[in-house]
Antibody
Framework: QLQLQESGSGLVKPSQTLSLTCAVSGGSISSGGYSWSWIRQPPGKGLEWIGYIYHSGNTYYNPSLKSRVTISVDRSKNQFSLKLSSVTAADTAVYYC?????????????WGQGTLVTVSS | SYVLTQPPSVSVAPGQTARITCGGNNIGSKSVHWYQQKPGQAPVLVVFDDSDRPSGIPERFSGSNSGNTATLTINRVEAGDEADYSCQVWDSGSDHVFGGGTKLTVL
């Protein structure tokens, strides 16, 4: 059974960079047909896709966040990471990593449990 | 940008049928996916590609999609179905889009 686990700092100061890692177990991050996404959910609000990285290393980002987002992959550790720069209080959210099916259709079939990141001084 | 519209809440008695809608411009031409999210938990995929169910999802969950509305139908609703439900599509101009979510209350 595929499992994803987020880790990283739960408290980030305004203007600094948020950094999270998603460890994948029970399957290879290099498997074809999938990409690896970051999705967030502000308290009491809906889900927002941040971006994803293919096993090839190609990345795609939400245009509204593109200037501040970097997603990278470490195949040797079977994990991928998110960096979001210049954060503000509006970036406070639960951040999820998820596997994305990308063959003929696009949906998120496995999710991590999520990690709350609070932006505050 | 592409927008998905869901009712904020739907209420249904146990044993009855719940229908949760997801509106979008010509959404019938897109593949719609549905997620269930219980408080404090990660979303779970319950329907993909309009009407397919992942393994382990009860047959009580089904979906349809036509015109400007997609619908998630839950038959014989149980107390354990109480959750937030969100729809999602991929749009060439907006990438991955989620609806705002619908809170299903089992009376």
């Amino acid at each position: 059974q595929l499992q994803l686990q987020e880790s990283g700092s739960g408290l980030v100061k305004p203007s600094q960079t948020l950094s999270l890692t998603c460890a994948v177990s029970g399957g290879s991050i290099s498997s074809g047909g999938y990409s690896w996404s970051w999705i967030r959910q502000p308290p009491g609000k809906g889900l927002e896709w941040i971006g994803y990285i293919y096993h090839s290393g190609n990345t795609y980002y939400n245009p509204s966040l593109k200037s501040r987002v970097t997603i990278s992959v470490d195949r040797s550790k079977n994990q991928f990471s998110l960096k979001l720069s210049s954060v503000t209080a509006a970036d406070t959210a639960v951040y999820y990593c998820a596997r994305t099916t990308v063959v003929n259709t696009y949906y998120f079939d496995y999710w991590g449990q999520g990690t709350l990141v609070t932006v505050s001084s | 940008s592409y927008v998905l519209t869901q009712p904020p809440s739907v209420s249904v008695a146990p044993g009855q049928t719940a229908r949760i809608t997801c509106g979008g411009n010509n959404i019938g031409s897109k593949s719609v996916h549905w997620y269930q999210q219980k408080p404090g938990q990660a979303p779970v995929l319950v329907v993909f590609d309009d009407s397919d169910r992942p393994s382990g999802i009860p047959e009580r969950f089904s979906g349809s999609n036509s015109g400007n509305t997609a619908t998630l139908t839950i038959n014989r609703v149980e107390a354990g179905d109480e959750a937030d439900y969100s729809c999602q599509v991929w749009d060439s101009g907006s990438d991955h889009v989620f609806g705002g979510g619908t809170k299903l209350t089992v009376l």
